[in-house]
């Protein structure tokens, strides 16, 4: 659960679990880690469905191409 002092910042694509103070990379990350109905939803520990954590926020295995393919673009542009 989050506290008062929690002030985590987030993108506008980013989501941030105030039950259990964990950021994710999508809404969709953020709607895969929860479970029950409505009025009864619990966390899921991030690694039981499928996320890694990079670097803050934790992210679908796939986010890892994302990022490899940011990499070699700036690499290609000498940006490094």
């Not at 259990?20 to 479970?35: G, L, W």
Request: glycine share 4%; aromatic share 6%.
């Amino acid at each position: 659960m989050c506290d008062s002092s929690c002030n985590p910042s987030v993108t506008p694509s980013q989501a941030h679990c105030r039950a259990c103070c964990t950021t994710f990379h999508s809404v969709p990350a953020f709607d895969s880690h929860r479970t029950g109905d409505v009025d009864r939803r619990k966390c899921l520990s991030p690694e039981t469905v499928g996320l890694q954590k990079f670097g803050e926020v934790w992210a679908p295995l796939s986010y890892q191409d994302t990022l490899d393919r940011l990499e070699v673009a700036r690499a290609s542009r000498g940006s490094v």
